[in-house]
């Protein structure tokens, strides 16, 4: 689907909120509960991967 938005027009005119836009689907997040196993606590992971960015 292609939506040509024109100068000073917003997208909820074109698309009302409500309306589902084919072919998105919505993300199940149940599925993910428990799968991620960590051998360490993820407040230092955290603050190691920050540490990358210096």
């Known amino acids: ?3 040509i938005l024109k100068k000073g027009q917003h997208l909820e005119d074109v ?3 409500n309306t589902p836009i084919q072919g998105i689907k919505k993300l199940n997040a149940k599925k993910y509960v428990g799968i991620l196993n960590l ?3 993820p407040l230092e ?3 190691r991967m920050r ?3 210096e």
């Open 1 to 3: 689907m292609t939506i």
């Open 15 to 17: 698309l009302p909120i």
């Open 45 to 47: 992971i955290q603050k």
């Open 51 to 53: 540490n990358e960015w």
């Open 39 to 41: 051998n360490e606590d």
